[in-house]
């Protein structure tokens, strides 16, 4: 199975689209959220999807919590999963350098950083693409959904 983290390290240079663009360029403008009452066991069903890195846990406009795979061992099901999910690290700015995020993101092998505003608005979300070679778009996840609807079974 091949490694799913980005490649990283001395030399590994940026993608050709990334220079001169912000975060705000890049990001997914409509990530899924969940509202303050999620529990873990809420968080556990998300990641269960293996596209999904993080779990973006909001009241209202405000993101309160990021919760990512590692943060589910660190209370019971039924625990509000803002309680276990943190900010600091998995946040970023839209006017931060993309290109700067991207090192940041490849040097510390992270997929997910969650876009905010200076009062803590939830703005979109950065997604490394498993290659390390670029961004999700939001026509990328359209087409992923696209494609599992029609790959569906149809009702009888």
Do not use: Q, Y
Not at 21 to 33: E, N, Q, Y
Not at 64 to 89: F, K, S
């Amino acid at each position: 199975m091949a490694d799913p983290r980005p490649p990283s390290g001395p030399g590994t240079a940026p993608p050709r689209d990334i220079p001169g663009r912000t975060v705000a360029d890049a990001m997914i403008r409509a990530p899924k959220v969940c509202g303050p009452r999620s529990t873990v066991a809420d968080a556990r069903a998300v990641l269960h999807n293996d596209h999904v890195h993080a779990v973006l846990i909001t009241d209202g406009a405000d993101l309160v919590a990021v919760v990512e795979r590692p943060d589910l061992d660190a209370g019971p099901a039924d625990l509000p999963a803002r309680l276990i999910g943190r900010l600091h690290g998995r946040v970023i700015g839209p006017d931060a350098d993309l290109e700067a995020a991207w090192r940041s993101m490849t040097d510390t092998r992270r997929r997910r950083l969650a876009v905010v505003d200076d009062r803590g608005r939830l703005l979109g979300l950065l997604c490394l693409k498993r290659s390390g070679l670029g961004f999700c778009s939001d026509t990328d996840i359209r087409a992923r959904a696209d494609e599992r609807r029609a790959c569906a079974p149809r009702p009888a």
